[in-house]
């Protein structure tokens, strides 16, 4: 049975850091692209980074390059994606997602079969 499981998230001041981790089961991360995504309130969702399987790199949304970092601990099955000076307008609930018909990742929604339940990040003073 596949599952995600996010967790990290919480309440940051502007300029702050947060690590949000992406704990999966049922199969094995590093064959497969996985991408982050964020959902605000009102707003649809989409995608911030992503990182294929077997090595083949990773992508960034304009608005987070040079400040998120996502990577992968394959002995811990695990997606981290470390995010720095973070800005209000990142408060959302994030989301990771596998895709397990491909080995390389994208930013698109609908390219994801397996979602977790979201972890809510909130930037505020």
């Known amino acids: 049975q596949v599952q995600l499981v996010e967790s990290g998230g919480g309440l940051v001041q502007p300029g702050g850091s947060l690590r949000l981790s992406c704990a999966a089961s049922?199969?094995?991360?590093?064959?497969?692209?996985i991408g982050w995504f964020r959902q605000a309130p009102g707003k649809e969702r989409e995608g911030v980074a992503c990182?294929?399987?077997?090595?083949?790199?990773?992508y960034y949304a304009d608005s987070v390059k040079g400040r998120f970092t996502i990577s992968r601990d394959n002995a811990k099955n695990t997606v981290y994606l470390q995010m720095n000076s973070l800005k209000p307008e990142a408060t959302a609930v994030y989301y990771c997602?596998?895709?397990?018909?491909?080995?390389?990742?994208?930013?698109?929604?609908?390219?994801?079969?397996?979602w977790g339940q979201g972890t809510q990040v909130t930037v505020s003073s």
């Open positions: 049922g199969f094995t991360l590093d064959y497969y692209g």
């Open positions: 997602a596998a895709d397990l018909l491909r080995d390389y990742c994208s930013v698109y929604v609908y390219e994801y079969e397996y």
């Open positions: 990182i294929s399987g077997s090595d083949r790199g990773t």
